[in-house]
């Protein structure tokens, strides 16, 4: 596992993880459908989320090294989980107070050094439909221009609730990765304009990952530390 980098303290640590989960879980707001519009630049678009939908649902499991900044340039790094359906894990390195896990019903923001967890649900989010095959992403984002046929972007957001935010996913065309796109950054948004930006390398699909990588010890019953 990787640790935190360039000697940064734990306030700004916690403060990247705490922008990631609530990134993650607010910045996905439910969504109205996209309206049909009878043109080629939307059927293109539309066959593009269509790959995409495609494409997260072929990954049964994944890990990949991550890197997150946020709007002051604080980084850390670390390992991301996921397995299908709805499970994923940020994983800031042994040396860490911080955990962000789902177990594909909430999100959760684990804080070993004050024990506290933050717990926000997902289901019927945008986020569910990223986690969970059985979901569709299409009826929560839309496409953005790159300049690129290499590199697909969409944005998600709800236009009736922008005190939730806005989320974009990038992806390029990689013959090697499920569904032939790789997803390999975000960025988020919240509606206070603090940006968080995730960076995804080294991804490996199909690897075995036990359920118990997604639980943890709730430090509110316990003083401690996870060892």
Known sequence: MMTLIHAISKRPARMIATGLAGALA??????APLSPVASAQAQSSANDLDRVASALRAISTMRADFSQTDRQGNVARGTMTLKRPGKIRFDYGKNSDLLVVSNGRSLYLVDYEVNQVQRWPIKNSPLGALLDPNRDV????????????????????????????????????????????QLTHWVALDAQ??????????????????DSTFTFRDPRRSSRRPR
Do not use: Q
Request: glycine share 10%; charged share 20%; aromatic share 6%.
């Open 193 to 210: 304009n603090h940006r968080t930006t995730v960076r995804l390398s080294n991804h490996r699909y199909g690897v075995s990952v036990a």
């Open 26 to 31: 607010l910045a996905l707001p439910a969504g």
């Open 138 to 181: 299409k009826r929560y984002g839309k496409m953005i221009a790159t300049g690129s046929p290499d590199v697909l972007s969409i944005e998600v957001r709800d236009p009736k609730k922008p005190e939730f935010g806005v989320i974009t996913l990038i992806f390029v065309r990689n013959s090697n990765a499920p569904g032939g796109l």
